[in-house]
């Protein structure tokens, strides 16, 4: 059914991206909030969990060659169970997807056009990755690979311009300091965005070659923008009013001036917020259409695209409150996504090496 190809750039371009993804606008503020000056350790060390995550996927895909998740449970659990696995991974990549959703379409209501009823950005990010999603993984990783360049200069040229606000005295304030405290109060850091990352089992069969290689280093340098984000946040705004403010990242650039005459630049970081959560969005959205059909073997992903527009978008309106949401992703949101990010590959990974030693000892007894 699926003809598309990755080529490893492009995959690597994907993970970076996806990673990145809502991270970058929302995390710095939390995590400032947590940790204080140290936040960007809290980063590094996430980093570090999301690596090791991504050898274990790598040794996953190396034990079922060539098979997408669904596909893997399917093999490892059998018909019946893996098909309610599968359709467990297909429930978490759409409730994934409308987290998305609805933090691009609550950003844009209160940043931009707070007016506008926030179910209209809903369902116009939705109708764009549904065309999106139609056209194959590979018009996707295209349409990455050409933003790329546009994303990261107009984000990261304006952020070294910032650095003239630069104070290191805000790196030696005393905050009282509990390591273990702080790993316990940050490790939704781990789950979002780092253990999103299982949902790229559903794309390493498309990818040619150097899958390993790509797939490390995307994970490495969108940790690596992710820390700079939070420590330039702390730099530039200080502990006290970065863990008050919920986009720091924006506020940074609606407040800087370039030359005296060339204002609002938050517009440039708009532009760059929708289309990188679109990038991820998309991502989302293709694994969970790409798994209900290899599920129920639907042979037309049309067929499947359009209601999962109005089934995300109604999901995503299920989440109003942002206090609450919030509250909920601090507390619970590690172990929810521990079931799915490592629970299931481990058993996966169990079933993979029954199933080998089994056939290993009847060719055994056979000869």
């Avoid at 939390?30 to 999301?50: D, E, F, M, N, R």
């Avoid at 299982?198 to 794309?203: C, D, G, I, S, T």
Wanted: glycine share 6%; with cysteine.
């Amino acid at each position: 059914m699926e003809s598309d190809r990755l080529s490893a750039w492009q995959f690597h371009l994907l993970t970076q991206i996806y990673v990145i993804g809502t991270a970058f606008i929302l995390l710095p503020g939390p995590i400032i909030a947590s940790a204080k000056q140290y936040g960007w350790v809290v980063v590094i060390w996430a980093t570090l969990y999301g690596l090791v995550l991504a050898f274990g996927y790598l040794y996953l895909a190396k034990l079922y060659p060539g098979k997408t998740l669904v596909e893997i449970a399917l093999q490892a659990f059998g018909k019946w169970a893996g098909g309610l696995v599968s359709l467990l991974y297909i429930v978490f990549f759409i409730q994934i997807a409308s987290w998305v959703t609805h933090n691009l379409g609550d950003f844009m209501h209160i940043n931009l056009m707070p007016l506008t009823p926030i179910s209209v950005f809903h369902i116009m990010i939705l109708l764009v990755s549904a065309y999106a999603v139609s056209k194959g993984i590979e018009s996707i990783a295209l349409v990455n690979e050409l933003l790329v360049p546009y994303l990261y200069s107009a984000f990261w040229v304006p952020i070294v311009i910032m650095l003239r606000e630069w104070k290191w005295r805000y790196f030696h304030v005393a905050y009282p300091f509990q390591l273990s405290d702080v790993v316990i109060q940050t490790r939704y850091v781990l789950a979002f965005p780092f253990m999103e990352t299982v949902a790229f089992l559903m794309l390493i069969p498309f990818v040619q070659r150097k899958v390993k290689i790509a797939f490390i280093t995307g994970i490495a340098v969108a940790g690596a923008m992710l820390t700079a984000c939070v420590f330039i946040s702390i730099g530039v705004l200080g502990v006290y009013r970065g863990q008050q403010l919920v986009y720091p990242i924006f506020s940074m650039f609606r407040e800087m001036r370039f030359t005296g005459f060339i204002e609002h630049l938050e517009a440039i970081l708009a532009v760059n917020i929708v289309l990188v959560v679109c990038i991820k969005l998309c991502i989302l959205f293709y694994c969970a259409v790409l798994g209900v059909c290899q599920l129920f073997k639907i042979e037309r992903r049309n067929i499947v695209i359009y209601p999962m527009v109005w089934v995300i978008s109604a999901y995503s309106m299920l989440f109003i409150n942002n206090i609450e949401n919030l509250d909920w992703i601090k507390k619970y949101l590690f172990e929810y996504y521990f079931l799915f990010a490592v629970a299931l590959p481990v058993l996966f990974i169990v079933a993979a090496k029954w199933r080998n030693n089994g056939r290993r000892m009847k060719k055994d007894g056979s000869t």
